[in-house]
């Protein structure tokens, strides 16, 4: 794979994840209108606290991209917010899907790029 491509997609994607992180928990971009069981489901994830995790976990992330440390294991921890963002997206607010289809994608990708880190884990 080309460094190069593979730089700009690491920053891209670290940057994306800390400012979308950050606005988890600090709500500086207004959201949009949600039907009722996404608001509903939204508000469990805020009063456990979920949420708020969820955002630690993706400014992490982000960071380690940026910082090019651990970046292959924070991939693997972010697919499972990357595939519950698509779920949730899918069934209670699909006309939002975009932003979840990209955080998805960019995730691949980059478990693509780390592809060699990961042979020791599927070794059989």
């Known amino acids: 794979m080309n460094p190069k491509v593979f730089l700009v997609l690491r920053i891209a994607f670290g940057l994306f994840l800390i400012v979308f992180g950050s606005n988890k928990l600090f709500h500086f971009m207004p959201m949009g209108q949600m039907s009722e069981a996404a608001n509903e489901y939204f508000s469990a994830l805020m009063s456990t606290n ?3 995790m969820v955002a630690l976990v993706e400014i992490l992330a ?4 940026l910082a090019n440390k651990f970046g292959a294991l924070m991939m693997i921890i972010l697919m499972t917010i990357s595939v519950n963002a698509i779920l949730f997206n899918a069934f209670l607010e699909p006309s939002s899907i975009g932003p979840a289809l990209i955080l998805l994608l960019l995730n691949i990708i980059m478990l693509y790029f780390y592809k060699d880190r990961y042979k020791d884990i599927i070794r059989p």
Do not use: A, H
């Open 50 to 52: 979920t949420l708020n």
């Open 62 to 65: 982000g960071l380690s991209l």
